[in-house]
């Protein structure tokens, strides 16, 4: 191997295992996600000098440190968004995983079937890259056409199901409790995906006509020519007014718990045995206060009553006398007289 060779390939050295991964993605080579960093390294300078040899020219700008340094940088913002495409069976939903790796597809301009092929493998983890073999076999992943591994695992992890069952589920399922107006549709368009419907709005907007709220229920049922975004505006609104009819009340209850929480702790303590023998007053101490009370205002009806004065007289007089409410002075009045 001479000097200029080494040279070369030695900025792969500097590369982590996922950037190696993602540099023999880039040239179609698949990797093995149990396979040691030092194998894929090695892969990875066997490849370049492979491909040197054959085609010297167009390869000097990959081989190129500095060109590399490029390379890596601006492929390791491409590995951010990668990271996140990677898929484990059992845990991850495969369709939904096709469909984003079909974006970055996009994104990244990758239309060489081998390339996509490579990179959907490399994303698999170990468990997922078995099962990928099973379905192929007796053929080996890489020399699988990318369509069939799509279709063939779409088999193995979501068998399919009979339509009518799919249509079952959808008539089946009804409004949770606490589940928002939005959450119940969206649950019932996802339900519908796969049922295969004439209408798929026309069914969802009927099977929501069931939806928990009754005064929702009745909105829904004036309306003529309904259709499901029409439901979805009204059902929304008197959602959305409930809650905001619920956020007001919610002080005023608070007011009222605390209001009743201290009438109870006064007549706790009001009851209690220490508060009676600290603060109350012996009946017999409370007769004889009342009597002296009683003793005073006749004292004083007398003295009023003696002199000549009018029956009007008398009252605002003896109001300012005994100092007491009106009508109690004008029954005692009346009583004396």
Do not use: H
């Amino acid at each position: 191997m001479s000097m200029d060779e080494n040279q070369k390939t030695a900025w792969i050295q500097k590369l982590s295992k996922i950037q190696v991964r993602k540099e023999l993605s880039d040239r179609a080579i698949v990797s093995r996600e149990e396979e040691t960093l030092d194998t894929l390294r090695a892969r990875l300078r066997e490849e370049i000098r492979s491909t040197a040899a054959v085609a010297p020219q167009q390869q000097t700008s990959q081989t190129d440190g500095s060109s590399s340094a490029n390379e890596s940088e601006a492929g390791r913002s491409k590995m951010e968004y990668r990271s996140q495409l990677d898929f484990k069976i059992g845990v991850d939903n495969w369709e939904q995983f096709i469909e984003r790796i079909d974006l970055y597809f996009m994104a990244n301009n990758i239309t060489n079937e081998a390339k996509k092929r490579a990179i959907l493998l490399t994303n698999a983890n170990a468990e997922t890259y078995v099962a990928i073999r099973k379905v192929c076999a007796p053929k080996k992943p890489a020399k699988t056409a990318l369509a069939d591994i799509v279709e063939k695992m779409t088999q193995y992890v979501k068998p399919k199901v009979s339509v009518q069952v799919l249509r079952d589920r959808v008539r089946q399922r009804v409004q949770l409790e606490n589940e928002t107006v939005g959450q119940y549709i969206a649950a019932l368009q996802e339900l519908s995906r796969d049922c295969k419907f004439d209408n798929v709005g026309e069914t969802v907007k009927d099977q929501f006509l069931g939806i928990r709220d009754r005064n929702i229920k009745v909105a829904l049922f004036r309306e003529e020519n309904l259709t499901l975004a029409t439901a979805t505006t009204i059902a929304a609104a008197y959602e959305i007014a409930d809650r905001s009819v619920d956020e007001i009340k919610t002080p005023e209850r608070e007011e009222r718990k605390d209001a009743s929480e201290d009438s109870n702790e006064v007549n706790r303590l009001g009851s209690s045995k220490t508060y009676q023998q600290k603060y109350a007053k012996p009946r017999g101490r409370q007769r004889d206060e009342r009597k002296k009370d009683s003793s005073k205002i006749t004292a004083a009806t007398k003295t009023i009553t003696g002199r000549s004065l009018g029956a009007a007289g008398r009252k605002d007089i003896m109001l300012e006398t005994v100092g007491i409410k009106r009508e109690s002075v004008i029954t005692v009045v009346r009583e004396d007289i």
